[in-house]
């Protein structure tokens, strides 16, 4: 089995991220597609610091899980938010902009 | 001369058996109608994830990934959706015609270029393996680096968890727009609503010696059932009982000893 194998895992489930971002309506569900956006770039920063023999690219991968615990610290707090004005979780129904 | 990578036999078995789950779970995720369950196939991929991790050496990342992600982040997605409850959101009906075929095309177009890239790229070398930059141990290895050559990003990362906890505090911090009523204010309120019935506050459930639970009504004086004493919700949900059935000729007043 070849190392690509991750990278190829890797992509399928960002692009499954991706779809889930654009095809879901539940914001929280929105939001956990993104964290599995993360999730498939930190795999992939993990099989890359295998291929290339140094750590760096997983001190990396620790930076992003930092950066998504804070993201989805700020990101639920703005459903609640917004969640608590409209008494909705939908995406669809935050459009106030728009009008 | 550094050793190159053979990856052994059982990583090869735990990927061709974890990635197909992990790749259903995550399918299953934009499938499930419930919010609840995404959240759960979600941590199941996270879980899949922590365990290739620990398979590709990096131990420290395999353990934080259970432990921040499937502990304290699925925690919170949990909590929330708690908060928020069911929602007309959680239906699969798209909103937007014509979103869905554009979606899964623009997913595969995105697929296949990820993947015919990869497919396509050469490193130009055999991959390394970790076996030298874990010589002394993962972790050591990491807080080599971290506290070293990225320092000065580990200090910015601290300042941004600072900024995320405030943000989320000021978020969540709700301020009264009126008053709370004081308890003199709740008082002149009860008896000058309505009727003087309520003033002194509800009467309580139940039939005094034979039946005191609280789906039963009180019976009032000419022995009709007193609507206020019961909970809306037990009323709306249908479980009160009958108080005429507890009243003193209606009883079977033959006792039973239990065994």
Redesign the interface.
Known sequence: ?????????S??????????V????????V???V??ML?AA??TL??F????????A??I???T??????????G??????I??SRR??????ASLLKR | M?PL?T?QGP??AL??FL?PL??AA??G??LVKK?VH??LL?AW??IT?AI??IA???V??GV??VI??TG??MM??LF??M??GV?????LT??IAG??PI??T??VG??GL??SL??RAT?GRE????E???NAG?VQ??AQ??FS??VF?FEV?SA??I???L??MV??H?QRTNPRPSQREQAINRFRSGSLAGAAGLPGPGVFARHNAVDVPALLPDGTPAPSSISATLKARGDVLDSGQFQLDNVDTTVVEEK
Not at chain 1, 22 to 29: D, H, K, S
Not at chain 1, 49 to 56: A, F, P
Not at chain 2, 87 to 91: A, E, I, L, M, R
């Open positions: 089995m070849s190392l690509d194998n991750y990278l190829y895992l992509a399928i489930l960002f692009t499954i991220g991706a779809v889930g654009v095809v879901r309506r539940n914001a929280i569900v939001f956990m597609c964290e599995l999730n930190n795999l993990v099989t610091s295998r291929i290339n023999g140094t750590l760096d997983q001190v991968a620790f930076f899980m930092v950066v998504a615990a804070c993201e989805v610290v700020v639920l707090a703005i459903i609640v938010t969640y608590r909705s979780a939908s995406i669809d129904d | 550094q990578l990856i990583e090869a990927f061709w990635a992990s790749v995550a399918l995720m934009l919010a995404s959240a979600l991929v996270m994830l290739f991790y590709q050496e990096a420290f990342l934080v990934q921040v992600y304290a982040v919170l997605f929330i959706l908060l928020v929602d007309s959101s959680d239906s798209e909103t979103l869905r979606a899964i623009a997913a995105l697929g990820l993947v990869l497919g490193l991959p390394i393996g970790l030298i930059a874990n993962n290895g990491l680096l971290l050559k990225y990003p990362v941004l968890l900024t995320a906890a943000g989320a978020l969540a709700h």
